[in-house]
């Protein structure tokens, strides 16, 4: 998933934690917000977390450029989301 990068993230990455405790694997694109309760709540610890190297490109319609923060991959399993 890419979730909005706004207010609303914290709903979209407390849903992939949870569904993750309920079976699902989800795999999210996000901002390296690692200073976020967020993060600390339902990232860290409770998912595989890989950080991209550089910055994403992001392209929409005929623009296309840079974001203005780094970004990680999290990924959340069954496995992962049970650990303390």
């Excluded at 934690?17 to 996000?30: P, R």
């Amino acid at each position: 998933m890419n979730p909005p990068y706004g207010r609303d993230v914290e709903a979209w990455i407390k849903k992939a934690y949870e569904s993750a405790k309920t079976g699902a694997t989800v795999v999210a694109l996000l901002p390296a917000r690692t200073d976020t309760a967020w993060f600390h709540e339902f990232v860290y610890n409770k998912a595989m977390v890989e950080f991209l190297r550089g910055r994403v490109r992001f392209i929409l319609g005929d623009k296309s450029g840079p974001a203005t923060f780094p970004s990680m991959i999290v990924i959340w399993t069954p496995r992962w989301s049970e650990r303390k």
